[in-house]
T-cell receptor, first 115, second 112 residues
Framework: NAGVTQTPKFRILKIGQSMTLQCAQD?????MYWYRQDPGMGLKLIYY???????DKGEVPNGYNVSRSTTEDFPLRLELAAPSQTSVYFC??????????????FGSGTQLSVL | RKEVEQDPGPFNVPEGATVAFNCTYSNSASQSFFWYRQDCRKEPKLLMS???SGNEDGRFTAQLNRASQYISLLIRDSKLSDSATYLC?????????????FGTGTLLAVQP
């Protein structure tokens, strides 16, 4: 069982370039999230989705876009990359919103550097 | 004020010690609370959900204090393998939100 798969694992971008971080889960989870983690810091929520066709902004959405056309996939788009977007990006999913079973399953992360 | 705040540490403790972390949250109507563990350069993983009445899982005990708006994590008989960053996670109240907000994490280093 693959769980949550993120690609790529590493990427270097030049300022102004665009890219899409891919995230796929095979657990049929409705809820999916994108977080970024800066060095020595906690995770900040970028965007999240509660089901196919539904997305919403988190704490730090500026400079990013998402789509959720299927239950499985939740790609994160960076337009016009800036050095401030250098970070580790984590995708996560969960199957339920019912406490205490609402466990987040994380992908292994994407290390992005914008130079 | 941040939604979720933690003492970043680091907490340096000897093996066998007992250590406690606190986490405060700003929204008094927050619904659900969790502790996640993150090893260096790895993804976070759920350690414990925090029940209103408090709960224990082996050497780990979690408590919730709604009046003072904080949760705590107590680790007894610390092991070298407990060295990690411990992240407090809060689900805010309200509507259809399913946001899960992470604190900045508390770094624990258990020394031999």
């Amino acid at each position: 069982n693959a769980g949550v798969t993120q690609t790529p694992k590493f990427r270097i971008l030049k300022i102004g370039q665009s890219m899409t971080l891919q995230c796929a889960q095979d657990m049929n989870h409705n809820y999916m999230y994108w977080y970024r983690q800066d060095p020595g810091m906690g995770l900040k929520l970028i965007y999240y989705s509660v089901g196919a066709g539904i997305t919403d902004k988190g704490e730090v959405p500026n400079g990013y876009n998402v789509s959720r056309s299927t239950t499985e996939d939740f790609p994160l788009r960076l337009e016009l990359a800036a050095p401030s977007q250098t970070s580790v990006y984590f995708c996560a999913s969960k199957g339920t919103a019912d406490f205490p079973n609402e466990k987040l399953f994380f992908g292994s992360g994407t290390q992005l550097s914008v130079l | 004020r941040k939604e979720v705040e933690q003492d970043p540490g680091p907490f340096n403790v000897p093996e066998g010690a007992t250590v406690a972390f606190n986490c405060t949250y700003s929204n008094s109507a927050s619904q659900s609370f969790f502790w996640y563990r993150q090893d260096c350069r790895k993804e976070p993983k759920l350690l414990m959900s925090v029940y209103s009445s408090g709960n224990e899982d082996g050497r780990f005990t979690a408590q919730l204090n709604r009046a003072s708006q904080y949760i705590s994590l107590l680790i007894r008989d610390s092991k070298l393998s407990d060295s990690a960053t411990y992240l407090c996670v809060v689900k805010p109240a309200g509507g259809a939100t399913n946001k899960l907000i992470f604190g900045t994490g508390t770094l624990l280093a258990v020394q031999p």
